[in-house]
């Protein structure tokens, strides 16, 4: 009888190890792959990593300054930088939105005429890691199908706030479509705005690089910071014989 009572107690003992195992592979499991399927969808951001750092060696090596305006085009700042860049005879790069567009078809002509490039920066500027997968993606399509009277499919893209994921990754892949993300910063989205001198000091120490600005309506203190600020990379590109170019002009 006792014997019996401890081969009852050893059983019970051995199923409950199993249990246990089993309880702590499925979690162990679960774990891993959330954890590796995280990783393969956030995987573009080392990629961004990878190919900025390689960008910005490559801009200080041929001394190069690239002038970028997001989330344009705007009828009140984004003529006022178009003005500038002519008196300076100098090319920029627009990453416009494909709403803002639609919106300002006029402008964006204008920025073709003069021979600046325009790249796709989405239709509805969605976050890509926090909207659903399928409507950022979508969202990049209804950018390039927008813009289309400007720019081709395989067009240059700007991710909005700098972030892909794998399906977004992917589906600009699919067109070809090469992605710049920039070196410089210039901070004009900030609470407290730098001092323009601040940031082209930055160019000048960098040897070069490739700025990110935004060139929609916001205040007149914003909208007068993108236009001193452009004005001082430019002197500074003037000092140190940086080339001026928009980053079609740049090696991939
Ligand atoms: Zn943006």
């Known amino acids: 009888m006792r014997q019996t009572n401890v081969r009852q107690g050893m059983l019970r003992q051995t199923m409950l190890?199993?249990?246990?195992m089993?309880?702590?592979?499925?979690a162990g499991l679960a774990a891993t792959i959330g954890v590796a399927g995280s990783?393969?969808?956030?995987?573009?951001?080392?990629?961004?990593?990878?190919?900025?750092?390689?960008?910005?060696?490559?801009?200080?090596?041929?001394?190069?300054?690239?002038?970028?305006?997001?989330d344009g085009p705007s009828d009140g700042l984004t003529p006022q930088i178009l003005d500038l860049l002519?008196?300076?005879?100098?090319?920029?790069?627009?990453?416009?939105?494909?709403?803002?567009a639609q919106r300002h078809p006029q402008i964006a002509d204008r920025v073709v005429?003069?021979?600046?490039?325009?790249?796709?920066?989405?239709d509805q500027h969605l976050n890509a890691w926090k909207a659903l997968p399928w409507e950022a993606v979508a969202d990049i399509d209804a950018g390039y199908?927008?813009?289309?009277?400007?720019?081709?499919?395989?067009?240059?893209?700007?991710?909005p706030y700098g972030k892909m994921t794998l399906?977004?990754?992917?589906?600009?892949?699919?067109?070809?479509?090469?992605?710049?993300w920039w070196t410089i910063d210039s901070g004009d989205t900030r609470d407290v705005l730098p001092s323009p001198s601040q940031v082209a000091e930055r160019l000048r120490k960098d040897g070069g690089g490739i700025v990110l600005m935004h060139d929609l309506d916001r205040t007149q203190q914003r909208n007068d910071f993108v236009l001193e600020l452009t004005a001082a990379l430019l002197d500074v590109a003037k000092q140190e014989s940086f080339k001026v170019m928009t980053l079609r002009g740049i090696c991939q």
């Open 39 to 70: 990783a393969a969808y956030f995987s573009p951001w080392f990629w961004r990593r990878y190919r900025m750092n390689r960008i910005r060696r490559e801009v200080a090596k041929n001394r190069i300054l690239a002038l970028t305006y997001d």
């Open 86 to 100: 002519q008196q300076q005879n100098a090319r920029g790069t627009f990453f416009m939105l494909g709403r803002s």
């Open 22 to 26: 089993r309880y702590t592979m499925t």
């Open 145 to 159: 199908k927008r813009l289309s009277p400007w720019i081709q499919p395989d067009a240059m893209f700007r991710p």
């Open 113 to 122: 005429e003069e021979g600046h490039d325009i790249g796709c920066h989405s």
């Open 17 to 20: 190890r199993h249990t246990m």
């Open 167 to 180: 399906p977004t990754y992917l589906s600009i892949r699919r067109r070809g479509a090469p992605v710049w």
